[in-house]
């Protein structure tokens, strides 16, 4: 079941300008070390967005202080502003920004979905109408690629037809899938630096598992660096999300072993413990970023919403296990303060803990992949989030896809799969009230019972 970092049947594979090690796996989830042009990251890893070139309230600096090792930027943004060219005049993202590490950029086509209203897709590309001064702005695969090859990420991304996984159209989805593979081959024509810069193919086909199949085959036949697994994080089901990653991640009829694989717009923790133990690696999302904005910290037991009227007098670190620096010299109750004030620091030290977390979380998966006790680590994870056993019953269905006992756990009961992928579906909150009980038994085992404890929602 499980190989250790010194067997020599580990998977790998030697592009251009990535070298990708997969270097301890256990069950189906895997650490590895991918080098890139200018970083070598280890997976599983979670990429902060910055979409216009910057994380919003966090340097470059601070960014490498948590030890993120890629960060997003987005095609169509950056190119509406400043341009790729004035990018491409200072060197490209990296000196732009003044980011050593690594750096990947959207193609651009996301936009598809969360700009439709202003976007009109053919066979040609997407036309999109301009949200700074109206004007339509043509983006075909040709010019995704012409853009990012400017902008000088280390990954770069093919230009895919997204359709939103709520859509009732089974005939969209399948022009979609094809049109996707159509526009991977103008991409890869494209591609003029492929020996500085990685191509990543997107598999689509929505919920249909013929076409997320077909999608790989096709995708697969081509040979890139890597690929990711897009459309997803909709508003589908969790219990159809995990299936889908699940299915292109399978050991032998998924996404190669040997190449990294990306779950497109994860940020839930829960979902990357999840997507880590199906076989995933990489994972973006503006969530951790975004919510820290609205005064909501994420922690081991879910997240906390410092803007209820309990942590006014709650003492605490955000996150006893937690060493960011955030953790380190600041209470709830100041943060409560400042982010029920709206003073501009509250964004900032809030995110500045969010990523931290997260940058953790990855951290402390790869390092019990690589000593053999992921399951252990997956079942305390669980524990604390979910301590009344009411872990969801789409993540048991995917751990146990997954080669991942929760004896002890779980309850034996299954509860009902309506939650929401990447829009905290019900089943994201099932931990909401254990929570509580929790945090109040904590209080107490510490003496520190001054005030109402509010509620830890999970996701």
Not at 93 to 121: C, K, P, Y
Not at 206 to 227: K, T
Request: charged share 20%; net charge neutral; with cysteine.
């Amino acid at each position: 079941m499980a190989s250790t970092s010194g067997a020599a049947a580990l998977p790998s594979s030697d592009s251009p300008a990535l070298k990708f090690k997969v270097v301890a796996t256990q069950g189906r989830a895997r650490s590895s070390r991918m080098t890139l042009p200018h970083y070598t990251a280890h997976t599983p890893m979670f990429m902060p967005v910055g979409t216009q070139g910057s994380v919003k309230g966090l340097t470059t600096a601070q960014l490498a202080e948590l030890d993120c090792h890629v960060i997003l930027g987005n095609t169509y943004h950056l190119e509406n502003r400043p341009g790729s060219e004035l990018v491409a005049d200072m060197g490209g993202l990296h000196g732009f920004i003044n980011w050593q590490r690594g750096m990947l950029t959207d193609s651009g086509g996301f936009q598809m979905v969360s700009l439709l209203h202003l976007a009109e897709i053919t066979e040609q590309g997407v036309t999109f109408q301009s949200p700074i001064d109206g004007s339509a702005m043509l983006l075909t695969p040709e010019q995704s690629i012409a853009i990012q090859n400017r902008l000088g990420a280390d990954i770069i991304m093919a230009l895919d037809d997204v359709v939103p996984t709520t859509t009732n159209d089974p005939a969209r989805f399948e022009e979609a899938t094809h049109r996707t593979t159509r526009w991977i081959d103008r991409c890869i024509s494209a591609h003029s630096r492929p020996t500085e810069q990685n191509l990543f193919a997107i598999v689509q086909g929505g919920l249909d598992p013929q076409l997320r199949q077909l999608s790989i085959q096709q995708l697969v036949e081509r040979n890139l660096p890597g690929y990711a697994i897009g459309g997803l994080a909709g508003g589908e089901s969790k219990d159809d999300f995990w299936r889908v990653v699940a299915q292109c991640t399978h050991p032998h009829t998924g996404l190669p072993q040997g190449k990294p694989r990306y779950v497109m717009g994860i940020g839930y923790p829960l979902d990357i413990v999840v997507c880590s133990a199906l076989g995933a690696d990489m994972f973006d999302s503006v969530y951790p970023t975004r919510t820290a904005r609205f005064g909501v910290a994420l922690v081991p037991e879910g997240v906390l919403k410092l803007k209820n009227a309990g942590y006014a007098r709650d003492f605490r670190p955000l996150d006893s296990t937690c060493e960011c620096m955030v953790c380190k010299n600041y209470t709830r109750a100041y943060l409560h303060n400042v982010v029920t004030r709206g003073i501009a620091s509250a964004a900032i030290l809030v995110t500045y803990h969010n990523i931290a977390y997260t940058q953790a979380l990855t951290r402390r998966m790869r390092a019990a992949i690589e000593e053999q006790r992921f399951p252990d680590w997956v079942r305390d994870y669980l524990r604390t989030m979910f301590p009344a056993g009411d872990v969801p019953g789409w993540v048991r269905d995917a751990m146990a896809e997954a080669g991942v006992d929760l004896t002890g756990v779980a309850l034996d009961q299954p509860l009902a799969r309506t939650g929401a992928a990447g829009a905290g579906g019900a089943e994201e909150k099932a931990g909401a009230g254990a929570g509580v009980k929790s945090a109040r038994a904590e209080r107490r085992a510490a003496g520190r019972a001054r005030g109402p404890v509010p509620a830890m929602e999970t996701e």
